[in-house]
């Protein structure tokens, strides 16, 4: 069992056939697909499994925090399953390919007091841009 789908029961979510193939096709490492992908590779699994319920199903797991959802400059949304492991994203200017990193000490450290304008942090993000070894 992959651990998003592990993940998914331990919450008591109703696992459908459609959701469960979705939970399925977002497993591994470095998964960052768009809705359309997931789409396309669950179709191949299921081929009845609309669209709507790909869509529906990638914000029912965001909405329970089990997938992080990724803007990028204007390209479409990519659906991390990674959500419970911090990470920070590195992303290819020019193709789009994303990996997860982990780069060593607290991102929050390089953000003085000062800077921080009274705010409570909950959360940092930091993408690193660049190119990717093909596009190089």
Known sequence: MSDLLGRLRERGWRLTAQRRVVAEVLDGEHVHLTADEVHARA???????????VYNTLGEMVTLGEVI????????????????????????????TIRDVHPAGDPLASLPAAERYGFTVAEVEVTFRGLCPDCA
């Open 43 to 53: 179709a191949a699994r299921l081929p009845e499994i609309s669209r709507a319920t």
């Open 69 to 96: 959802e990724v803007a990028t400059d204007g390209r479409a949304k990519r659906y991390d399953p990674n959500a419970h492991r911090p990470h920070q994203h590195l992303i290819c200017s020019r193709c789009g």
